[in-house]
């Protein structure tokens, strides 16, 4: 009943969520460096622009935005933007240029080790706390970047990440990882894709160490993974937080993760739950192609209609940052 009261509520307020009059979706390809592994390392960045409305392919999808557009001038806040376990820098798309539409730069990373091309990473803290260091990279590139720089209003930053994204949102802002937490995870959840090293990650020597980025104002996070947290580890977070969680998740049981954060984050959370929905529902919605070449990431259970879910979803994700990201606040 609590997302049917927020698409209720959606309804009712549409008009003060309207995209900035004429503007469209650009996107450009941006390479940086990646310090876990000290190669190059690759963002879309989704801006607004003046350019008349385009479709872009890319593979199999088919994405609303005009490569290599014109940057709107002005200074306009940034989200990062960090994709799930070996999944794609354009897995969350709409959510992308819906932002972009709405003003907003957002720079989608592709995690080196952890993405559908390199999962070389997976199991170990080149990918658990790699992930938040490759993210500040990216926020280090783009405001040091002689076009991006300029564009960017370095007050108004957030952090949004779907799954593995959604736990290095909280890195971003102060969740410490403490990877002993896995083992009796995975006591409870032998079934858990994260507990196919026997609920043990490999650690680099030295260990990376994590850092929270003051920079980073707000999160918002979708089915994020929780196995590495007490909440000894959540208790540095004083940041606004958004929560979505899919009732059905399979992957990352719910009462694990989403609401498990929900109940001991030290600051109160904005908390949605999809009634019946499973775990790939926050990934873009699907084409005839992709439905038919990837059903497990794209068709959802019986009365769950992923259109109407991202169409509440990127609305609340511009009504939230719009609301946390103020200009010295």
Known sequence: MRFLTFLLALALHLPAWAAQEGLNAGVRLFEFNDPVSGRPARAAVFFPTHDAAQDMNVGPLEIRAKKDAALEPGRHPLLLLSHGSSGSLFGHHDIATFLARHGYLVAAIEHPGDNFRDESGLGSDRVLVGRNLQLIALLDALLGHSSYGARID??????????????????????????????????????????????????????????????????????????????????????PVAIWASEADAILPVGENARWLRDHLPVPAKYEEIPKAGHFVFLAPCNAAMEISSPALCIDPPGVDRAAVHDALRHAMVDFFDKHLVTNP
Do not use: H, W
């Open 154 to 239: 370095a007050d108004r930053i957030g952090v949004a990440g779907f799954s593995a994204g959604g736990y290095t949102a909280l890195l971003m802002i102060g969740a410490k990882p403490d990877f002993s937490q896995l083992k009796p995870y995975c006591a409870r959840n032998p079934q858990s894709v994260l507990c196919s090293g026997g609920g043990k990650v490999n650690i680099s020597s030295p260990p990376l160490i994590p850092r929270p980025d003051i920079r980073v104002r707000a999160a918002f996070v979708m089915n994020p993974v929780a196995a590495y947290f007490s909440a000894k580890e959540l208790s540095s977070i004083s940041r």
